[in-house]
């Protein structure tokens, strides 16, 4: 760019290089919303969220970053974007992650897995019980601490110095943590399914009973959705308080690297 003020050239190239982390991030961190919600109100929510990040972080930008080739910056911040967005969503993620596995395993979502529809809209459990997360997530402040997350990420990693960043250690601790939070999710459930299947397998062979096709994959279900109500409370509060701890944890690792010097 030749812009015949230094500062304007500065302030575009700043603000360009901001925006398209903003639009990575919530490209990719808006994925587990699914079709509920529309491209139109992803797109609002992007250019808001730059427009409050530029405003922030443009008063303090530098002239060496603005010196930075836009051709190789703008594809490399809008990449820096989408990372953090994609640990985020691995983490938002990961309620839906055991609803599905729990709907598999009780059988509610047996006909969603075999059927030849998208996937986004398979799995009604996974959807119900990862908006009661997602709910609980909003209501705790969940989103308030993500946004102020990718905000200070301008301070950590300042636009243009995308090879600093320690991109791996955030990408490997997100997916561990949204690992660790999917199986503690689902493991209570879990166990009682399995106890029923186990001991109404056992009480058939025991006593001469020949059940009906579909009552013991009935009453399992059964068995899960009560399961999952009288622990409401970890699939609300409790994992909510979680996803905002990882997420907490996911930007502090948006440090630069230990041998890298920022320009």
Avoid: K
């Avoid at 397998?201 to 009973?209: D, G, N, Q």
């Amino acid at each position: 760019m030749d812009l015949p003020f230094p500062f304007v050239e500065t302030t575009v190239v700043a603000a360009a290089l901001v925006t398209a982390r903003v639009i990575g991030f919530v490209a990719v961190g808006s994925l587990p919303l699914g079709p509920g919600v529309p491209m139109p109100v992803r797109l609002a929510l992007a250019w808001a969220l730059a427009i409050a990040a530029v405003t922030w972080v443009v008063p303090g930008a530098g002239s060496s970053r603005a010196a930075t080739s836009l051709v190789v910056a703008l594809p490399s911040e809008l990449l820096l974007g989408g990372l953090f967005g994609l640990s985020v969503a691995c983490v938002t993620a990961a309620a839906g992650w055991a609803g599905g596995v729990l709907g598999t395993l009780s059988g509610l979502s047996w006909a969603d897995d075999f059927s030849s529809g998208p996937v986004e809209a398979t799995t009604p459990l996974a959807r119900l019980l990862w908006w009661s997360a997602a709910g609980a997530f909003i209501s705790c402040g969940g989103a308030r601490v993500v946004l102020l997350g990718l905000l200070e990420s301008f301070a950590t990693l300042p636009v243009g110095t995308w090879l600093a960043a320690d991109v791996d250690t955030m990408l490997l601790t997100s997916l561990a943590m949204a690992c660790r939070l999917t199986v503690a999710l689902m493991l209570p459930a879990m166990v009682a399914v399995l106890v029923w299947h186990i001991s109404a397998a056992i009480a058939c062979r025991v006593v001469p009973l020949s059940p009906s096709a579909g009552l013991l994959q009935g009453t399992a279900a059964v068995v899960l959705l009560v399961a999952v109500w009288t622990g409401s409370h970890t699939w609300t509060d409790s994992i909510a308080e979680a996803m905002t701890v990882t997420c907490e944890r996911i930007f502090e690792q948006a440090v630069p690297l230990a041998d890298t010097e920022l320009p």
